[in-house]
């Protein structure tokens, strides 16, 4: 397949069939994403791979508390607004649990180029802040991320980025370290990515034209 072939097949896929992914396309899936580039060559990543359905389980459970969390306090001001969140939040719960695997993403911090010398020369701490706006650790990870889904679909996968929970990640990253053991120094959640076969005819929205994006001076 040409690159662009599977870079203009990808979509986000929220409905899977029930079908496995041996677990051999995981590793070519992660194989592809290791590959990407980084800053500093810092490959900043680790991936988790989970077929547990019980352990998927969990997980949505402990988001569903987080949501109740946060919707409950919201009552409390706005009973509308808690209402909405509610319906929302259920959505980031469920995407992936028709999906046969669900990768975790870790990634560690990366200084950015300037930040130590800033640090050195007592610059303002908004340079700094700045420096991690552009956050080059994040954009390693992004990158990392669209190899797997482009390898994903390639391979005739589909995959959905999940961040939306994200304000879950602490409780999530307690239930992978209790029930699995997993743990690294260092390490924090930054995505799920829901994968498995895709269901047919799914869609996507619309793409902004390339002259929205792009100028190009000479
Ligand atoms: C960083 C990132 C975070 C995303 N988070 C979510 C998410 O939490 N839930 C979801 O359903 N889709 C999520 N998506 C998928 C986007 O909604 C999707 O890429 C976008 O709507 C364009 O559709 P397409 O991927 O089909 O082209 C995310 C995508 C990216 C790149």
């Known amino acids: 397949m040409e690159v662009i072939q599977a870079i203009q097949n990808r979509q986000s896929v929220r409905k899977f069939k029930s ?7 995981i ?11 980084s800053g500093k060559n810092s490959q900043n990543w680790y991936f988790v791979a989970i077929k547990n359905h ?7 459970n402990v988001i569903k508390e987080k949501n109740e969390q946060i919707a409950k306090k919201m009552d409390e001001l706005d009973e509308e607004k808690a209402l909405r969140f509610r319906k929302f939040a259920k959505n980031f719960t469920l995407f992936y649990l028709n999906a046969p695997v669900l990768i975790l993403t870790y990634a560690k911090d990366y200084f950015p180029s300037g930040f130590y010398e800033y640090h050195l020369i007592d610059a303002p701490r908004h340079l700094s802040d700045k420096l ?21 679909n390639e391979l005739g996968y589909g995959t959905c980025w999940l961040t939306s929970q994200n304000y879950a990640a602490d409780e999530i990253e307690t239930v992978i370290k209790n029930e699995i053991g ?10 799920m990515m829901a ?24």
């Open 19 to 25: 079908q496995d992914v041996p677990d051999s396309d």
């Open 27 to 37: 590793k070519k899936l992660i194989e592809a994403a290791g590959l990407a580039p």
């Open 54 to 60: 019980e352990l998927l389980q969990k997980i949505a």
């Open 132 to 152: 991690f706006q552009r956050n080059p650790g994040m954009q390693n990870i992004g990158a990392a991320l669209e190899n797997l889904t482009l390898r994903a």
């Open 182 to 191: 997993f743990e690294k120094e260092g390490y924090y959640l930054t995505t």
């Open 195 to 218: 994968l498995g076969v895709p269901e047919d005819n799914l869609k996507s929205p619309r793409k902004k034209d390339v002259e929205e994006i792009y100028t190009l001076i000479k």
